[in-house]
T-cell receptor, first 116, second 110 residues
Framework: ETGVTQTPRHLVMGMTNKKSLKCEQH?????MYWYKQSAKKPLELMFV???????ENNSVPSRFSPECPNSSHLFLHLHTLQPEDSALYLC???????????????FGQGTRLTVV | QKEVEQNSGPLSVPEGAIASLNCTYS??????FFWYRQYSGKSPELIMS????GDKEDGRFTAQLNKASQYVSLLIRDSQPSDSATYLC??????????FGAGTRLFVKA
């Protein structure tokens, strides 16, 4: 069991649905991330929050909406997704030393999302 | 041009051999370099981090960094079947941007 917990582990949703992915970290870190991992593609950074402020938005479509209410929790709200959005969505956390990311990221187990 | 490049493999080595995984990156200003291991259906887990030129050893793993050549590698000594996984190279290019390679699949034959 890692210090970063994601729920749900699996999600099937229709293109008109609205759902949310949840991430919680128990490591005392102050930076949290959403990554997308598609088959045979590199991990793609989607969003970064440092000290609960969004510091990176990697040209992600607006149908993905992140929320970081505190340094331990991160959400990814999903609406009107497309089948090509089907992927493994990974949450990660790290300790930001104030100069961006030098420290290692710890990943949650991921949410396997299928859009039908 | 890809920012972090890895040979996708699979790299197949016999048990007990040294597995050598390589990675090149394009941003010359990169300062932080990481190797992650990802088993099928699981999330990536950190194996090594390296920040300065040279070698860094941790148990059976050695990371090597050559910033002049923009090259980072991971050596796994005495490879075990349990080492069979995809190995991801990750490079921090500044700020919060860590770029991952597509990974190299390693298969250790018993």
């Amino acid at each position: 069991e890692t210090g970063v917990t994601q729920t749900p582990r699996h999600l099937v949703m229709g293109m008109t649905n609205k759902k949310s992915l949840k991430c919680e970290q128990h490591l005392g870190h102050n930076a949290m991330y959403w990554y997308k991992q598609s088959a045979k593609k590199p991990l793609e950074l989607m969003f970064v929050y440092s000290l609960e402020e969004r510091v990176e938005n990697n040209s992600v479509p607006s149908r993905f909406s992140p929320e970081c209410p505190n340094s331990s929790h991160l959400f990814l709200h999903l609406h009107t997704l497309q089948p090509e959005d089907s992927a493994l969505y990974l949450c990660a956390s790290s300790q930001d030393g104030g100069q961006g990311i030098d420290s290692e990221a710890f990943f949650g187990q991921g949410t396997r999302l299928t859009v039908v | 041009q890809k920012e972090v490049e890895q040979n996708s493999g699979p790299l197949s080595v016999p048990e007990g051999a040294i597995a050598s995984l390589n990675c090149t990156y394009s941003d010359r200003g990169s300062q932080s370099f990481f190797w992650y291991r990802q088993y099928s259906g699981k999330s990536p887990e950190l194996i090594m981090s390296i920040y300065s030129n040279g070698d860094k050893e941790d148990g059976r793993f050695t990371a090597q960094l050559n910033k002049a050549s923009q090259y980072v590698s991971l050596l796994i000594r005495d490879s075990q079947p349990s080492d069979s996984a995809t190995y991801l190279c990750a490079v921090n290019t500044g700020g919060f941007k860590t770029i991952f390679g597509a990974g190299t699949r390693l298969f250790v034959k018993a």
